[in-house]
């Protein structure tokens, strides 16, 4: 179903992902998650080598 921008819905209520709390990128890992938070925390920023895993990013508003 297409949402109001055409883009289609995807139901991820069956998924089980982890989020980091500083920057929301999402893991299928809570440990992929904790080093993320962990990282986000410490350098005030993302991490390229631990960002490539996310799986789901989140959405910004403009």
């Known amino acids: 179903m297409k949402n109001a921008f055409g883009e289609y819905d995807i139901d991820?209520?069956?998924?089980?992902?982890?989020?980091c709390q500083?920057?929301?990128l999402?893991?299928?890992?809570?440990a992929l998650?904790?080093?993320c938070?962990?990282?986000?925390t410490q350098h005030q920023s993302c991490s390229l080598t631990i960002a490539?895993?996310?799986?789901?990013?989140?959405k910004y508003k403009n």
């Open 12 to 19: 991820v209520s069956q998924e089980k992902n982890y989020s």
């Open 37 to 40: 938070q962990d990282w986000c």
């Open 22 to 24: 500083i920057c929301g």
């Open 52 to 58: 490539k895993h996310a799986v789901r990013k989140p």
């Open 26 to 30: 999402q893991y299928e890992e809570q």
């Open 33 to 35: 998650a904790q080093k």
